[in-house]
Structure formats: C-alpha cells, structure tokens
C-alpha cells in the first residue's frame, strides 16, 4: 500500500501547478492586522452548510472580539485547485482552508499543515474523540489530526416516496444498480419534468468521480493492478463506464453534462427527480422546507451494489490551517468554533435540527431534536460512514486508499482528466471506448512512476 508514501516537494507540487493551469488562478486578499484587530482570510467550498455559518458571524465576532473573518467562497471544482495551489506553493493567501480527507494525510506529511492536537488537547471541552472514528483515523497523521470535520458523509440514494407509490414501484430494502435502472426507466418522467435520478456529470476528479467510483468498486473495477498497471481499459471499468453513462443519458436530468452535486441537489429539492444517489449531507437540503418542496416526501436506501455487500463512500470537508498562517492561536479559535457541539446547538437553534452539519459528531446522532428530525436517514447516514473502509474499496486487492478518490497527490489531475473524458461522453461527444482509451494512456502515465519509485 502506498497511501501516504514519501513523494519529493517538486512532484508534488507540479501536481498543484498542473490544477492551476485547468483552472487559472485569482488573486486572494492578503491576511494582516488592522490596529487590535486581526483579519483571517479562510477559504471555503460553497456548499449550503457553508453559506449557514458566514451567516452566523456575527455569533463568532461575539465570542471572539478582536477577530473579523473574510471568506473566500467558490465553487468545489475552483476552490479545490485555488486552495491547492496556494498552500502547496506556500502562498501564504489563507490563514484557513476547507480540504478533505483527501488532502489532509498527504499535506500533513509535506509539512504544509499545522499539527491541530496541541491545540485541540489545550481547549476544554472540544472532545475530538466525539469524532466518528472513520471520520477521526482519515484526518489525522501519526496519530494527531491535522484538520478537523466540519460535516462528514457517505452515499445513499434518496428517493420519493409518493412517487413511487404513483408509478406503482417500490424500492428494495438493499437495492442493487440493475434495480436502481430500472426504477429510474419506470419513474423518467411520472409527472411532467420529473426525471428518473439525478447523477452528476460535471467533470471533476470531486465531482462526478465521487459516485462514479463508489459504484466502480462495487462492480468489481480498479484503477490499478497491485503492480500500478492501469485498468481503465479493463471489462470491469468498461461495464461500469457504460452503465453510469447509459443511466444518466437515458433516465437522467437534462444537461448531465454540466450538473455537479449543487445541481442535482437543487433539482431534487424542487422536486424535479425520483431518485437522488449521493452524498448523505444532501440532507440538510433536502429535509428543509425553506429550500425545496420534497421536506417529509423522502425516503432512504443504502448505497446501490453490484458484487459487493456495501457500496458508500466516505468523505469530510474538514477545516485545517496552512503551515504559512501568521495567525495560527486566533484561526484555530475559528475552527474551534465552527466544528464544535456549540456550533451544532447554534445551527439547530437557528435554522432547525434538519440544517446541522450531518455526519462528523457522534453525540449529535443522540440530540433529541436531531432524532426526532433525522429519523428516515440518521441510520442510514451512520452506518455508511461507519462501515466505509478506505483501505478496501472493492472486490480485488489495490495500491492506493480511497473510494470516492484515490489519495495520490497525482489524483486531482488524473482524475479531473479522466472525468473530463466521461462527461464528454454523457455528453454525447464521444464513445465511452474512446473517452476510456484516452484516460488509460493517462493512467498508465501515473502508474509508470511508481513502478520506477519501487525499482
């Protein structure tokens, strides 16, 4: 296994300036201390959960006089590669950034992150072991974490309720994907401008690789060989890349193509699928009255199979602090802030128990509030990112960690390129033959590395 292995700075770093270039880059504003006054710069993904806490700084100013924080929000595709660039090149842009259980174990090792456990050991009542263990093990680095879980997830499908009672189906307790395409081809279009499922299709190695490969490894397919040859081209990977694309084209939301998580999710919302697979924090969207028309309509399956007994994946946006930070003591009180119980009982008592950041405390799995509002997905929402295991994804042994992603530093390019390739098919612009015979040469690129690093 070589998830965390030693990899030079240059390579490393020519992986961050490969993103840079799909992605160009902006300027940031510089982090400094007006008077008393010390300003973070924190950069953020531009989720819904996100957007609730920039609302609530005015609570974070309260407790914390003398800190004002400016957010730097974008979109997950761009604020990956800007984020990326800037603490792998040691920009010094951010005092605060939103990685994932992705970046974290390999920036921790580069040294680009700030070591979090003795900040954490020193703030009474923080409590890191409430931590999902999952959650907890995939952020930390020789035993200390090095970024901490605003919210975590798994994958499940989430579906109407009414609807399939309309169309006369039912959905099995543990679905397989054959069901699911066929639930999907019954449903497509049971009301005027509902479609079957919504699946994302935007490239990006964050966006529609996620589902892609949590539905890989239950069909039996692998990136690499144990011997880092690429599979890409294999039958297993072929099966897999014809059934995402088949499903999304024939039973999908219009312009596939160009619909990443935030899409579908608004689309569900708005009642405008049957089914939604993806991940568990959907529901702080779906559940809310506020956003959408389908709140008490849903119901919850696990994550689909094929050959295997699970199919979920496990993710964290989580919170770190780059090594180049002037303000370290008063960003960590940030982070403290905004991934403590506290901050959960704010958001609950703010916006209500179905808008708090789901999946990263085990003691809020046991609020009453959230028990009473969670009830149709808390079991499912804990038990996938509980029995998600990084470290065997599928059904045949591999290389690397991951199941949504793989953690290779190479992975945000490998993976932004071979998703580019498939949503080129869903897409209609090319076969899925031919979108898998380009990302094989660009696999195998990546795997010829590491066969030379273990000569």
């Not at 703030?123 to 605003?150: A, K």
């Not at 309720?161 to 994907?177: I, K, Q, S, Y």
């Amino acid at each position: 296994m070589h998830p965390t292995r030693s990899i030079p700075i240059a390579r490393t770093a020519a992986v961050a300036a490969a993103g840079l270039l799909l992605t160009g880059c902006a300027g940031a504003g510089a982090t400094g201390s007006g008077g008393d006054t010390v300003r973070l710069t924190v950069a953020i993904v531009s989720n819904p959960q996100m957007q609730d806490a920039i609302s609530l700084q005015d609570r974070f100013r309260e407790e914390n006089p003398g800190i004002e924080v400016d957010f730097v929000s974008l979109p997950e595709n761009e604020a990956r590669a800007k984020i990326t660039t800037s603490v792998a090149t040691g920009g010094g842009e951010f005092d605060a950034v939103m990685i994932s259980n992705y970046e974290t174990r390999q920036w921790a090792e580069f040294g680009w992150l700030e070591n979090l456990q003795p900040y954490i050991d020193a703030s009474e009542g923080y409590d890191d072991e409430d931590f999902i263990p999952s959650i907890r093990e995939d952020l930390s680095h020789e035993g200390d974490m090095y970024s901490v879980p605003f919210y975590g997830e798994s994958s499940f499908l989430a579906y109407r309720e009414d609807l399939f009672e309309e169309a006369g189906v039912e959905m099995p307790e543990n679905p397989t994907w054959e069901e699911v395409a066929g639930l999907a081809a019954e449903l497509d279009g049971v009301e005027p401008g509902v479609s079957g499922i919504c699946m994302r299709g935007l490239a990006g190695w964050g966006e529609m690789l996620s589902p892609f490969n949590s539905m890989l490894n239950t069909f039996g397919g692998r990136w690499y060989d144990r011997g880092w040859n690429a599979e890409l081209d294999s039958p297993e990977f072929r099966r897999t890349a014809d059934f995402y694309v088949d499903l999304v084209r024939e039973h999908g939301q219009p312009g596939a193509a160009n619909s990443g998580f935030g899409d579908c999710l608004n689309r569900y919302a708005q009642g405008r699928a049957a089914m939604f697979y993806d991940s568990t924090s959907m529901v702080s969207t779906i559940e809310d009255d506020s956003a959408g028309n389908v709140a008490g309509l849903n119901g919850y399956a696990p994550a689909p199979v094929a050959e295997t007994d699970y199919g979920g994946w496990l993710y964290t946006w989580s919170l770190g602090i780059p090594a180049t930070s002037e303000h370290k003591e008063e960003a960590w009180r940030f982070l403290e802030w905004m991934t403590d119980k506290d901050y959960i009982r704010l958001v609950a008592d703010e916006y209500g128990w179905q808008r708090v950041p789901p999946g990263n405390r085990l003691s809020t799995f046991d609020e009453p509030g959230y028990q009473e509002a969670a009830g149709a997905y808390a079991g499912p929402m804990l038990q996938g990112i509980e029995q998600a295991d990084p470290a065997d994804p599928g059904t045949r042994p591999v290389p690397y960690q991951g199941i949504g992603f793989l953690a290779i530093p190479e992975f945000q390019d490998l993976g932004t390129r071979v998703s580019q390739q498939l949503s080129a098919a869903i897409a209609g612009q090319v076969t899925v033959g031919e979108a898998l015979a380009q990302s094989q040469r660009y696999a195998q690129d990546v795997g010829d590395t590491y066969k030379e690093d273990e000569r």
